[in-house]
């Protein structure tokens, strides 16, 4: 009987909190040598790798997610500085300000520098949680709940990258 209890003890206190929203004091953009070696150990395989060795960038995307206009989520991590962004890579025609809706609420993204980026990344994976309708100028922002839930788990992977979750 001890050894149930030990054994889901053991099983809760290592599974990581996906469900848990992320506040927006919460995000930096430091990872750890810990939070690197599981990344590009474990997580790596399901992401394309782009390199950009003279910059001392990695760049990893996952096939075919783009989601409205274009937008393709991207995990910029840089090995020089123990550094990681998420990122959105969008059309160079596409206006440089772009209006979401998270339900009722408006969203302005200005895709100026990494912040901006990442705010607008966490308020989308707060509201794919807590399964709110997202558009953006007035149409789905996602084609499908399968790419919200790709979207969810590659912003996931990025708060693990960062040592939130």
């Known amino acids: 009987m001890y050894r149930y209890i030990f054994i889901l003890l053991i099983l809760t206190a290592c599974h ?17 040598d810990a939070s690197e070696l599981f990344f590009k150990n474990v997580r790596k395989s399901d992401y394309e790798l782009e390199e950009r060795q003279q910059a001392g ?10 989601m409205a206009n274009d937008m393709e989520p991207v995990i910029v991590l840089n090995w020089r500085s123990d ?17 979401f809706s ?8 200005e895709p100026g520098n990494h912040r901006n980026h990442a705010e607008l990344a966490r308020k989308l994976y707060n509201a794919v949680l807590s399964k709110q ?19 969810r ?10 040592d939130i979750r």
């Open 133 to 151: 309708t997202i558009l953006l100028n007035n149409q789905g922002f996602f084609e499908s709940a399968e790419q919200a839930n790709e979207f």
């Open 83 to 99: 550094l990681a962004y998420f990122y959105f890579n969008t059309n160079d025609s596409i206006e440089t300000e772009m209006v």
């Open 16 to 32: 990581p909190d996906k469900d848990k929203q992320v506040d927006s004091n919460e995000l930096n953009f430091n990872t750890s």
């Open 57 to 66: 960038l990695e760049l990893y995307s996952k096939m075919g997610l783009k």
């Open 102 to 109: 998270i339900d009722s609420d408006r969203l302005v993204f």
């Open 153 to 162: 788990r590659m912003f996931f992977d990025y708060l693990r990258l960062v």
